[in-house]
């Protein structure tokens, strides 16, 4: 994996990482329960955003490299695969 293709997930992951560090300190302050979980589904829906995006620059990078009629890294079942673990 290349800077080109995780740019963008590491800094949603980078996020994330700060939002789940935000609510294990809501927890152990003994936050509300329905407070702690709607921070528990937004750092969920952003490390799956940044799955989703892996796998679409994969597929981006995987057509380039076979379009310069090189041979992808992954095939597009295996990519497949990957996507369907996210889901």
């Known amino acids: 994996m290349n800077e080109a293709l995780v740019g ?3 800094t949603r992951l ?3 990482h700060g939002q789940l560090a935000g609510v294990i300190a809501m927890m152990e302050a003994g936050e509300d329960c329905a407070k702690v ?3 528990l589904a ?3 829906k952003a490390i799956d955003r940044a ?3 892996l796998v679409a ?12 009629g090189e041979e992808a890294p992954m095939s597009v079942a ?3 695969k990957l996507f ?3 889901a």
Do not use: W
Request: hydrophobic letters at 40%; a positive charge; aromatic letters at 6%.
């Open 57 to 68: 620059s994969g597929l981006k990078y995987c057509q380039a490299a076979q379009e310069r």
């Open 78 to 80: 295996e990519l497949e």
């Open 37 to 39: 979980l709607t921070q």
């Open 14 to 16: 980078r996020r994330a």
């Open 84 to 86: 369907l673990a996210l």
């Open 8 to 10: 963008d997930a590491a």
């Open 51 to 53: 799955g989703f995006k």
């Open 42 to 44: 937004a750092v969920s």
